[in-house]
Structures are given as C-alpha cells and as structure tokens.
C-alpha cells in the first residue's frame, strides 16, 4: 500500500532521471565505447539528451498514451529514446533487432504506434514500407547515417535532425519538460512488452511504471548490489528482465550502464571493464561453456590434464556452490593454486573475472552450467519471473541450489505489496499480490483466460524444494507429457540437460500419448563440432555434410547416453536425428528469445518424426529455407536415424 512517505519518492522513471540529475549531476551514468574509446555520460548529461528528444517528440505531435516503437541493438540512444518517450506520457514497445518486416508490422498495428525509432539503415529498410501502409505511423528517427545519406523520405529523420527541431532549447522548454515529468503516476503505462508467441500470435502485456519500479526494486534487494556498480547491457530490452535491470534498477540504484561498441565484442567489454554484474539468457552461459569445451578440443594434452585438475578442485571446493569453508584443508589448500593457474585465468578470458553478481533468467537453465561457473568461482544466481506478473523468485544469499529457480522473494516495495503464491491441483503455479496483471493490450478476452479469481496463473509446471521456501521448475503445464503407457515425463527437463553438451546447440524432445517412448530433434553446434572434426580427422563439406557424418551422430548418441543414464527408464530417449539445417528464428522455427515453436517444429520435421517410430535407418526430406540474403529456397537431404543406449555400446 502507498504511504505518504512512498509517495514522496519518485512514481517514475523519467522522475528517476531527474532526481539523480539533480542529486548526482556529475556521476557518470552511462559508458558507450566508440571507435575503440569509451565515452561517458554523466546523469546531467543523460538529463539532456532526454530533454532534447522530448522536445523532439512534442514538435512531431506525440502526446500523453500515444506509442512509441524501438528496435536497435542496446546502445546509449536506446535508453534515452524509451526515457523521453515515457517522459512525454507515452508508452514503449521493444523490439528485437532482428525483427523481420512482418513481426514488426503486427506490433506496429496491434500497438497502433505513430514513431519508430531505428538504429541504421537495416532497421529503417524494414520500417520505411509501413509507413506506406500505415498512415498514424509518421516518424522513423535514425541514428546510424550509414547508408542513409540518399534516404529522402517525409517523416524520416536523424538524430540530429529529429533534435534539432527545438534548438536551442529555452526556458519555457526546460520548465514544461519538469512539468509534464512530474505529471507522470506509477500506475501510469510504460511499456507493452510483447510475448515470444510460442502459442499464438504475440499479446502486448501491460507494464506500469509501478511494475518496473517494484521489481526493480527487488532484484536489488534480494542480490544485494553495491551502488554505483558496473552493469553491462547486452539483453534486448524487449526482454522484462533487462527493464527491471538495466533501464530501471540503473536509475533506481543507480548502476553504471556500460555498451559495447558491437554485439561481437560483449566479451571484449566485459573483459576491459571487469563488470560486477554480468546477466546473460540461459542461451549465452550455455554459450560461454561450449566455448570453453571447444578450447580444450585444440589443447595440448599436458593443458588438458591441467585445466581438468583445476576444474575438478573448483568442484570440490565449492560443491555447494561459494561455500568453501567445511571443505577438506587438502581440497583448500590445493585450490589456492588451482585459483591462480586455472580458474582466474578462466574467469579472465570470458570476462567474468570482476563478476560478484553473476544471473540468468527467462528459461531453464541445466544444473551443470551452475555447476561448472561456481567450479570456476562464479556464482550464477537464477531470476524467475514472467512479463506479465513480474519477479517471483530468486537464488539468495552466499549457497545456490542448482536444482532450483530461486527463493521467492514475498517482500513488499514502495509500490506493490508482497507476492502470495499457491500451486494448483494441476501442479500449475499460481500467484497474486505483488505488481499484479494487468491485462494484454486490446485483449480482454485473452486477460481473462490467464486469471483464476484474483490469481494469475503462470502456466508453469512446478515443485517445491527444500524447505518449501524454493521451487524447482518442471515445464509449461501444457508440455508436461505422458506417453501411451501412461508414464509421465518432463520434454523441458530433458532438453536443459542435453544441452549442456558441448556438441549439442538446440534440441526438441518428442512423445505424447500416443507414442510408445521419446526421440529428439538434434540441432548439432557447427562450430564446436567443426573443431572436432579437424581433431579427429573427419573430413566434411557443409553443415549438412557434417551433421550426418557417422562419426558425429556416434558422438550425439554418447551424449544423450550420458543424459538417459540419469533418467527413468520410461523417459529415456531411444532414437534421434541430426537436422541439417539449423533452427532459425527468421524461418519461424524459433522465438526472438530462442524458445522452440514446438507445433511448428514438429509439424515442419513430422518425416522424421515419423521415421523414428517407424524404426527406419534414413529419411530423405526436403526443407524450404531462407538464406541471408532473402532469397527463398529448399534444401534437400538424407537424414541418418540415430540410436542411443544407456550401455557402452552406441549403434548408428
């Protein structure tokens, strides 16, 4: 419940910017690194960007309610664009930078946006035909000229031009820019935070400046951050969790906001800056433990055995992760130079070597990943939570339990009360309290199908652990399957496991109630895969070539040997096949966020599906494709039907 002492803070982010503007003027807020030299803001300076992009947006007629569209990759500009717009009374839409033409024409119509802003000459190509076809949207600001210089075209402005409207900037302006800040309430809509669409057309879900502030509020609490540390914003901000982070707890801490120069120089940066909080998707840490694999494939054997003993002492020590002080003194005294020859060096090369707060969140992630970070001495924490109702738990205090998503977290804040949560008969939890829901944009109906009563139901299929204080996350309720002889399994539980191999990039479980037992769809990782084959002499033409070399589907069928051994008997994969292509997001295979389109996937690839259960040894199908470039083709190929045993004795 609001006090008048909460009232008297700030309701909103852009009264967030001008309270740091004010009280902090001179801290610097935000780090850009630019053609190999990083520039800083300070909050006076944000204050005025901000200012200027307001006016900026007043001049082309945005008002209070009205919708204002992103998609850049994670920059400076970014930030301020979302904060004028939501200082002018607007509310932001997200959108990830590799958005195709079409996802960004629905979001453009459901979310009637009149501005886009768009980083370069990509975003504004995919942008400019809307304008044809949608007469409210009638600005497009870019702030990359590359390739834009010729581009003359009404409504499409640049940077400087777009601020330039209103320069130089008056009193008068300066005083109604505090004016319309201060009109701002935290029950005020800020953003429309499309969902993934994994089970129909995306739904803009409602986000209030009180929501944002809230969980904002306690993910700093609850992971006890130092103030004025240094964050580096990587995840698009079409994510929920990089508003809490990145845009809102970096007012309301406030943290240092760093951005790489490029998306491929994110360890660079991190390395160069040693950042203390480091949040990557599930995707990204899986990521970083290939590469890690993938090194040691090119390693002389003497650095094997090296890398491995000090992995191996990291394990011991910190078993349960940080908490090395009841270990053994041989296991403590040794770790001491595993530290100094391994695991620091380690730390250093994927740029976690100043990493105290190290989190992931938005899937799930295998107990492995946990295992082998906090082998090196970083201890990745999960945040749990969904854009819709906000944060409800987190990994907590100085020992994680990877098995689990977290503690929840049922502290009230400032703007919302604590959460209260229960799991329905289904096993579906459910919760209320908190930020709350507050409905999908232009779809009540849809709103209501997501409440029992006054409780939001998630759709996540859940467990309690120790202490009934953490849960342990299961699968969507509707993934959770059974096959024909009755025998219930989780697909998700599966696939997180897999995909801790090394050689193994994205994988979907298949069996329902009509099959008998499971298989999987094999996505295999090109990259590591490719140095593989050059350490034991497999030769290969394309990823095609390589994903159906017997070799490699031999090294597949070990993998998921390893999984199967920990699984019942009912739920151990019997066959599988390499794909040769890989999932793609632009061919709608996957989500912006990398979920698997399961219905989409199993209808696409149902041959092989089909071969499996059928038994037979190759399959020949054919796949229409998208290449870069745009061009529109078909691939085909003899897939290899592969089968994996809990024994030693792999078949092919």
């Not at 240092?256 to 160069?272: C, K, L, S, T």
């Not at 694999?293 to 054997?301: E, T, W």
Request: charged content about 20%; overall charge negative; aromatic content about 10%.
């Amino acid at each position: 419940m609001m006090t008048e002492e909460n009232l008297q803070q700030p309701q909103t982010l852009p009264q967030w910017l001008l309270h740091n503007a004010k009280n902090r003027s001179q801290e610097v807020a935000q780090r850009y690194k630019r053609d190999g030299v990083w520039q800083e803001f300070t909050w006076l300076d944000v204050r005025n960007q901000v200012l200027q992009l307001t006016l900026g947006l007043r001049a082309r007629g945005v008002t209070r309610g009205q919708t204002i569209v992103l998609i850049s990759e994670n920059r400076p500009e970014l930030y301020w664009a979302e904060w004028a717009a939501l200082a002018i009374g607007a509310k932001v839409v997200a959108l990830y930078p590799d958005a195709i033409e079409s996802e960004i024409e629905y979001v453009v119509e459901d979310s009637q946006a009149i501005c886009v802003f768009a980083e370069d000459q990509e975003q504004v190509d995919k942008v400019l035909p809307l304008m044809a076809r949608h007469s409210d949207l009638g600005t497009v600001v870019w702030w990359e000229s590359g390739g834009l210089w010729s581009y003359r075209y009404e409504g499409l402005l640049g940077w400087d031009e777009f601020k330039s409207l209103v320069q130089p900037v008056h009193a008068k302006d300066e005083e109604w820019f505090e004016q319309v800040v201060a009109q701002g309430k935290s029950q005020d809509i800020a953003l429309l935070m499309y969902t993934s669409g994994t089970t129909g057309s995306p739904k803009g879900v409602i986000t209030t400046h009180g929501s944002l502030l809230h969980n904002a509020s306690l993910i700093g609490k609850t992971l006890q951050l130092s103030e004025a540390c240094d964050y580096l914003s990587y995840i698009p901000l079409s994510w929920a969790t990089e508003q809490w982070v990145g845009v809102t707890l970096g007012l309301l801490h406030p943290m240092r906001v760093n951005f790489a120069e490029r998306p491929d120089q994110i360890q660079v940066a991190i390395r160069e800056l040693a950042c203390e909080v480091v949040f990557f998707g599930p995707r990204q840490w899986e990521s970083l433990a290939a590469g890690v694999h993938a090194r040691m494939l090119d390693a002389a054997q003497w650095r094997k055995k090296i890398v491995n003993w000090g992995l191996r002492i990291g394990r011991l020590a910190r078993a349960d992760q940080m908490d090395t002080i009841k270990r053994h003194w041989w296991v403590r005294f040794q770790l001491f130079f595993a530290d100094a020859l391994v695991l620091r060096p380690l730390r250093d090369q994927l740029g976690l070597k100043g990493a105290k707060t190290a989190f992931t969140g938005g899937a799930a992630v295998s107990p492995d990943i946990f295992r082998l970070f906090a082998s090196m001495g970083v201890m990745l924490r999960n945040v749990y939570g969904c854009s819709e109702f906000g944060l409800i738990s987190v990994h907590q205090g100085k020992q994680v339990n990877a098995e689990t998503i977290g503690q929840l977290v049922l502290m009230p804040s400032a703007w919302a009360p604590s959460l209260q949560w229960r799991v329905s008969q289904e096993g579906g939890l459910e919760v209320s309290g908190g930020a709350g829901f507050s409905g999908y944009w232009g779809k009540p109906e849809k709103s209501a199908e997501k409440l029992n009563g006054e409780w939001f139901q998630t759709g996540d299929a859940v467990g309690m652990g120790p202490g009934r204080t953490e849960l342990i996350y299961y699968d969507r309720v509707e993934h959770m399957s059974s096959l024909k002889g009755g025998h219930q399994f989780s697909k998700q539980f599966i696939e997180v496991r897999l995909r801790f191999s090394p050689y193994i990039k994205e994988v979907m479980v298949v069996g329902d109630a009509s099959r008998e037992h499971i298989t999987a769809l094999i996505n295999i990782d090109g990259e590591v895969f490719g140095h593989w084959a050059e350490q034991n002499g497999v030769s290969f033409t394309t990823f095609t070539d390589l994903s159906q070399r017997p070799e490699v589907l031999a090294q597949v069928a070990s993998e998921i040997a390893v999984v199967n051994r920990t699984l019942p008997e009912s739920a151990r994969l019997r066959h599988f096949v390499n794909l040769p292509k890989e999932l793609d997001a632009d061919e709608g295979e996957l989500t912006r966020t990398r979920k698997l389109k399961r219905d989409f996937i199993e209808n696409r690839y149902s041959a092989l599906i089909e071969a499996m259960y059928a038994n037979k040894a190759h399959e020949l199908i054919e796949i229409p494709v998208r290449y870069q470039d745009g061009r529109a083709g078909t691939l085909c190929a003899t897939v290899t039907v592969g089968r994996a045993s809990t024994q030693s004795d792999l078949e092919i």
